[in-house]
């Protein structure tokens, strides 16, 4: 979820400086290859509760700044609320105040509870992606259902296999239905956070078709957020396309932008998985390296 919109950012201000006032005191935690994150907690949590809290935001962290090739916010704030029970909910990211997350995390979750979520990492690549007007919802959102597969496999957080069964059993929710509009105008959830994500993995399979695998997609990630567009700045979306698109040299995003934000585009998703030698079975995905685009397969999640 991103809530850097007008009126939920609004509500939700004056929401978070009432916790503001109440929270603990912050702890810096050092993201690899630089930056910051001051990890806060809405009322004590208790040391077990710190030390998980520790261990999954610095594993979050390092699958984003893996993929980015740094944390480009620079310093960003989480903001912990200890809840009941042993599971991670509630993920949100806000700019209007600097970048920032705010998520629960159960009171009894041990370091096993958490080692499977993906919420926060999730929540942290909106901290990397410029605001945009609310009918491109879905590309901030996209991008972060997208990514966090990616950035995990490449982390050694989650195996290449699990990213691609994640993506092969959650794509076919983003195809458009019936009376579909493009991305642009159908801003349903299915299309918000799976027709985004579908957006984003034509692109980088296109990208590093084009250019022989030498660029992918988060060359173009790296310099959008490079130029300044991170969460909070608010981007015309020309100017993501344009700046994407200029670092890695072919106009992909342009293209396929402009093919999927206004009519309903079906992407024959079984066809493409055949393509990047990727083998169902059951929810369960094998690779097979003989395939045409394997070796576009295995830069993308390659650790
Ligand atoms: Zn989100």
């Given amino acids: 979820m991103n809530a850097a919109r007008s009126l939920v950012s609004r509500i939700a201000r004056g929401a978070l400086a009432v916790g503001a006032a109440l929270a603990a005191r912050g702890e810096d935690l050092a993201v690899p290859g630089g930056g910051i994150i001051d990890v806060q907690f809405t009322s004590p949590p208790s040391a077990e509760t710190r030390r998980v809290a520790t261990s999954w935001t610095s594993t979050a962290a390092k699958s984003v700044a893996t993929y980015y090739g740094g944390f480009p916010p620079r310093r960003a704030t989480l903001k912990i609320t200890p809840r009941e029970g042993r599971s991670v909910s509630h993920g949100r990211a806000f700019g209007w105040d600097g970048p920032l997350v705010t998520i629960s995390l159960g009171r009894a979750a041990t370091g096993a509870d958490v080692s499977d979520d993906w919420v926060l990492t999730h929540?942290?690549?909106?901290?990397?992606?410029?605001?945009?007007d609310e009918r491109h919802h879905w590309i901030e959102e996209g991008l972060a259902t997208y990514v966090e597969s990616i950035a995990r496999a490449r982390s050694g957080d989650l195996s290449p296999e699990r990213a691609w069964a994640d993506l092969v059993n959650g794509l076919p929710q983003g195809l458009p239905e019936a009376g579909d509009r493009g991305l642009d105008f159908t801003p349903t959830w299915g299309r918000t956070?799976?027709?985004g994500a579908l957006f984003f993995l034509r692109v980088d399979v296109e990208i590093?078709?084009?250019?022989?695998n030498q660029r992918g997609l988060e060359h173009a990630l790296r310099a959008i957020a490079a130029e300044g567009g991170t969460i909070g700045h608010w981007w015309h979306i020309d100017r993501v396309i344009r700046v994407g698109d200029a670092a890695?040299?072919?106009?992909?995003?342009?293209?396929?932008?402009?093919e999927m934000k206004a009519k309903p585009v079906l992407v024959d998703l079984p066809a493409l998985w055949k393509e990047l030698g990727l083998v169902r079975r059951?929810?369960?995905?094998?690779?097979?390296?003989s395939a045409p685009l394997a070796p576009v397969r295995r830069a993308i999640t390659a650790p």
Avoid: A
């Fill in 123 to 132: 929540e942290m690549i909106h901290l990397c992606f410029p605001s945009v």
């Fill in 193 to 195: 956070y799976w027709g």
């Fill in 208 to 212: 590093r078709r084009r250019t022989r």
């Fill in 248 to 258: 890695t040299g072919v106009p992909v995003m342009r293209e396929i932008y402009d």
């Fill in 282 to 289: 059951g929810r369960s995905v094998s690779f097979d390296d």
